[in-house]
């Protein structure tokens, strides 16, 4: 998967419980982005970054917050999960912006909210 | 909401036989890229195709784009049961992608 590694892989948690995902890349690729995936949907981004501390929204951003100190990773934090939440995430990396380059994905991170 | 449209939603077909699935799209692109997702795996770069190409080949891939239809077709010929996936065709703006449903193609041995 391109050097890109999420943790955790699969989370069980509860409503109204902060979550943290992780997205860690070793390619050194500037952007990185967020992605959910429920069925009927496709792929929807929720944020993305062009750079430390550099973020952008996305698509479906509500309820989502994200935190880049280091090229190397990337956050989404649900502050209060919600069941609507439930989903698989993606993280996405790509060399520049997604106007000219392909993007490479990590293995995803399938959440429970129960 | 979402800017490509794939069709069909869902293609089965023998191995050997060529796989066509379609994606329209609404408004102006700067270029259109296709993926594959394996099940319960992240997606895969197939191909990007500029607005100013018409047609782009890569092995058994061959992906047309009219952009005065604003549509894409990705042909994958001689299909093999490891292109069993869904596809994805994603449009582009600037720095964001923005992905279909996806076609859901079964390759029958």
């Known amino acids: 998967d391109a050097g890109i590694t999420q943790s955790p892989r699969h989370k069980v948690t509860e409503t109204g419980t902060p979550v943290t995902l992780r997205c860690h890349q070793t390619?050194?690729?500037?952007?990185m982005y967020w992605y959910r995936q429920d069925p009927g949907h496709g792929l929807r981004l929720i944020h993305y970054?062009?750079?430390?501390?550099?973020?952008d929204k996305g698509e479906v951003s509500d309820g989502y917050s994200v935190s880049r100190s280091k090229t190397e990773d990337f956050l989404l934090t649900l502050e209060s999960a919600t069941s609507s939440q439930t989903s698989v995430y993606f993280c996405?990396?790509?060399?520049?912006?997604?106007?000219?380059?392909?993007?490479?994905f990590g293995p995803g991170t399938r959440l429970t909210v129960l | 909401s979402q800017q490509g449209e794939e069709d069909p939603q869902a293609l089965s077909i023998q191995e050997g036989e060529n796989a066509t699935m379609n994606c329209s799209y609404k408004?102006?692109?700067?270029?259109l890229q296709w993926y594959r997702q394996n099940s319960g795996r992240g997606l895969v770069h197939l191909i990007l195709?500029?607005?100013?190409?018409r047609e782009k080949h890569s092995g058994r891939l061959r992906v047309t784009l009219d952009t005065s239809k604003k549509s894409s077709s990705l042909l994958i010929t001689a299909s093999r049961a490891a292109d069993t996936a869904s596809y994805f065709c994603?449009?582009?703006?600037?720095?964001?992608?923005?992905f279909g449903t996806g076609t859901r193609l079964t390759i029958i041995p």
């Open positions: 996405a990396i790509s060399e520049g912006g997604a106007g000219n380059n392909e993007q490479f």
């Open positions: 390619e050194n690729h500037r952007y």
């Open positions: 970054s062009y750079g430390v501390k550099d973020t």
């Open positions: 408004t102006s692109i700067n270029n």
């Open positions: 195709i500029r607005s100013n190409e």
């Open positions: 994603a449009t582009t703006g600037n720095e964001k992608l923005t």
